[in-house]
């Protein structure tokens, strides 16, 4: 047990961060020159330095060539300072910016992120003009949520062209967007976005300082980021919701949750989140209410048919065979008869063949993958069988049981049921479905357990107020949906007028 504190304190454990200080650039001052910067990029071969004379005035042009489209450099900064003689050089270029002379880490920063730096020694002037032109890929529909209803545009890698997605749908002087600095060496933007006349401040103050404690190296991706600032890391289940769809995480944020977002990852994370909320999908409110609705007790009942199915047969064909009506006993008798190996053995084998099935279909280009998952699922099924390796019927329940896993919309939901079924697949082998309700009461504890930036995860299963039941697992007709979710403790709690005909 102390083990076990002693592990969760290293978890949940923060040290003051350089980001805490400051998460724009390093509060320390350092003198512009050009020796300092060639010290402080040195073997850098994509960056340039040009020193030449306008209106008999030296100038020295720094700049990253493969940050920088130099056509947009010549056309946008080096023309309109050589088509007339000026007094300032700030008056020729007017969207130029400032640098004074002891920002060398904001020079940095800015020259490394695609800006060109252009210095004149005898009038002590450092100005600085955005030249950034990185090549990125275009706004096209996510594949990892697709719908047939609804918006088909998704999130990209560039977060400015995130952020144009969001503003573009949310015309409001109150939505905010504050945007930091993360990693001790690979520096990535960060950015949070809410609703200030919605979403709760508390929230927001509470995210941000999660972000701000954060000290890494560097992040590749929002999910890595997700990973360090949930409230139980540990916990296999996700806590915060993840959508690549701009009309979701718009949702979102007039429904008061705070969103965080990553340059250089087509994801957002919502905050706060729910256990409900990963078993829906944003077609739920482009689908008539009664068809939504049908959909979401559909992916509800397979989970627990995913996560039980399996495990029962392991249990019933250990411990319990007199469950089974004479028939089917006899039919399951006969189908086993040649298997050298208990049930739990048989089932083991054969789950972990769909999962190395799974991954080798992800992990090919589409259509091989494709081929992979279908022709060697009907392969080794059929060759397992009449070697006498598995059952049939086994075959049917694991392909069954592995189907149910993929209808949560939530990626990381389905991964977290995958791994509770082996769990469950072992504690019925262990004491059948007595060791299956106990594994299932421990999960209901641990998910009772968590929460969502503070807010109780199985909200708005435990409700906080009865409105929320107009969009659980039943979704209610939209003019039903009069209040925003309790679980989001928002400042103004009414979604339109309750006296609006």
Request: aromatic content about 8%.
């Amino acid at each position: 047990m102390a083990l076990w504190h002693w592990w969760r304190n290293q978890v949940q454990r923060t040290s003051p961060s350089t980001n805490q200080r400051d998460l724009t650039y390093p509060e320390d001052k350092r003198e512009i020159t050009k020796e300092a910067i060639q010290q402080e990029l040195q073997d850098a071969d994509d960056v340039i330095y040009k020193e030449f004379t306008l209106h008999g005035e030296p100038v020295t042009m720094v700049y990253v060539k493969t940050m920088v489209e130099e056509a947009l450099l010549q056309e946008h900064v080096l023309e309109p300072l050589q088509a007339k003689k000026y007094d300032d050089p700030r008056h020729a270029l007017p969207l130029a910016g400032e640098l004074k002379n002891d920002e060398l880490p904001k020079l940095l920063k800015n020259l490394l992120s695609g800006f060109s730096i252009l210095m004149f020694p005898d009038r002590h002037l450092i100005i600085q003009i955005n030249t950034n032109k990185i090549p990125q890929r275009s706004i096209s529909r996510t594949e990892t949520e697709s719908t047939v209803l609804g918006p088909q545009d998704g999130l990209v890698e560039s977060l400015s062209s995130n952020h144009s997605l969001i503003r573009r749908r949310i015309i409001s002087t109150h939505l905010k967007i504050k945007t930091f600095l993360l990693g001790t060496e690979a520096r990535v933007s960060v950015s949070i976005l809410y609703m200030q006349n919605i979403a709760n401040s508390e929230n927001v103050e509470r995210l941000i300082q999660r972000v701000r404690n954060v000290e890494f190296a560097g992040f590749v991706s929002l999910m890595e980021l997700k990973q360090m600032i949930e409230d139980k890391p540990y916990s296999p289940f996700p806590q915060f919701a993840v959508t690549s769809r701009p009309d979701t995480a718009v949702k979102a944020l007039l429904d008061g949750r705070v969103l965080v977002m990553m340059d250089g990852s087509p994801e957002a994370a919502i905050a706060p989140s729910s256990f409900l909320e990963m078993f829906t999908s944003p077609e739920d409110f482009y689908n008539h209410w009664s068809t939504a609705t049908l959909l979401r007790f559909i992916r509800m009942m397979g989970m627990f048919v995913t996560i039980l199915l399996t495990a029962t047969y392991v249990s019933v064909l250990t411990y319990h065979p007199e469950m089974l009506p004479p028939a089917l006993l006899t039919i399951l008798s006969e189908s086993r008869s040649k298997v050298p190996f208990p049930p739990l053995i048989e089932v083991l084998i054969i789950e972990l063949v769909i999962e190395i099935l799974r991954e080798a279909g992800v992990r090919m280009p589409t259509k091989i993958g494709q081929t992979i998952g279908i022709v060697g699922g009907i392969v080794i099924g059929t060759a397992s069988v009449e070697a006498g390796l598995a059952s049939n019927i086994l075959i049917v329940v694991v392909s069954v049981s592995a189907l149910l896993s993929f209808l949560p919309p939530n990626f990381l939901m389905s991964n977290a049921i995958r791994f509770v079924r082996y769990g469950m697949i072992l504690m019925a082998g262990w004491l059948g479905i007595f060791g299956q309700m106990l594994a299932l009461a421990f999960l209901f504890a641990h998910l009772l357990s968590l929460t969502s930036l503070g807010t109780p995860f199985l909200a708005p299963v435990i409700l906080r107020q009865w409105t929320d039941i107009t969009d659980s697992v039943i979704r209610a007709p939209i003019n039903y949906m009069l209040k925003r979710k309790g679980m989001t403790r928002t400042k103004n709690p009414s979604v339109r007028p309750t006296d609006e005909e």
